[in-house]
């Protein structure tokens, strides 16, 4: 089992920042990559960016360029640093932890990101 637990949300004006934090605890030695997808109101959940644990990153068009994936030193943890924000990436910004050896996909609780025009 693996908990998360998000904090970083809020709201923001375009063109600000804002660092979103995951930090997982459990059986964490068993996840093969870390990442952050969001939701919008009427829309599907989508992934905005994910770290394998070798390093690996990838990005969702529409936020390469302006936010940034990484791990903290103790690999627990997982940051989503947001810069340029634009009202567009409003959303509900979920953290996900996902175990291969399972096929399985862990969820934080969700952290709402605002961002005003």
């Known amino acids: 089992q693996v908990q998360l637990v998000e904090s970083g949300g809020g709201l923001v004006q375009a063109g600000g920042s804002l660092r979103l934090s995951c930090v997982a605890s459990g059986s964490i030695f068993r996840i093969n990559a870390m990442g952050w997808y969001r939701q919008a109101p009427g829309k599907h959940r989508e992934l905005v960016a994910a770290?394998?644990?070798?390093?690996?990153?990838n990005y969702t068009d529409s936020v390469k360029g302006r936010f940034t994936i990484s791990r903290g030193n103790a690999k627990n943890t997982v940051y989503l640093q947001m810069n340029s924000l634009k009202p567009e990436d409003t959303a509900v910004y979920y953290c996900?932890?996902?175990?291969?050896?399972?096929?399985?996909?862990?969820w934080g609780q969700g952290t709402q990101v605002t961002v005003s025009s």
């Open positions: 996900n932890a996902y175990q291969a050896y399972s096929d399985y996909n862990y």
């Open positions: 770290i394998t644990s070798g390093g690996s990153t």
